[in-house]
Nanobody, 127 residues
Framework: QVHLVESGGGLVQAGGSLRLSCAAS????????MGWFRQAPGKEREFVAA????????YYHDSVKGRFTISRDSAKNTVYLQMNSLKFEDTAVYYC????????????????????WGQGTQVTVSS
């Protein structure tokens, strides 16, 4: 079992930045691809970004490419999402997720491909 705890959410003006953190505990963090998803009110949870456990493969949703950066620090068992040039439409609850895998280059992008989820952190961007 992997326990995930997100932090770093908050209220920011459009054009501003936030960095989300996701601290993992429990089973071996290095054998997990990690991802960030978000869910706005009345909408389905959507993929934002994901990183393989090697760190060598990264995918982004088209809407955040060039603005968001996902990274991981295996020594700290933590994955980050740096969010720059935030827009009103980025407002959502952001969830961290982990996917068990033996493939160091595997990068899942669907919610059903993930085994563990955090409780979420609210990001609100004012226009």
């Amino acid at each position: 079992q992997v326990h995930l705890v997100e932090s770093g959410g908050g209220l920011v003006q459009a054009g501003g930045s936030l960095r989300l953190s996701c601290a993992a505990s429990g089973r071996t963090f290095s054998k997990h691809a990690m991802g960030w998803f978000r869910q706005a009110p009345g909408k389905e949870r959507e993929f934002v970004a994901a990183i393989s456990w090697s760190g060598g493969n990264i995918y982004y949703h088209d809407s955040v490419k060039g603005r968001f950066t996902i990274s991981r620090d295996s020594a700290k068992n933590t994955v980050y999402l740096q969010m720059n040039s935030l827009k009103f439409e980025d407002t959502a609850v952001y969830y961290c997720a982990g996917s068990r895998t033996d493939d160091s280059n595997y990068v899942p992008v669907l919610t059903i491909q993930y085994d563990y989820w955090g409780q979420g952190t609210q990001v609100t961007v004012s226009s």
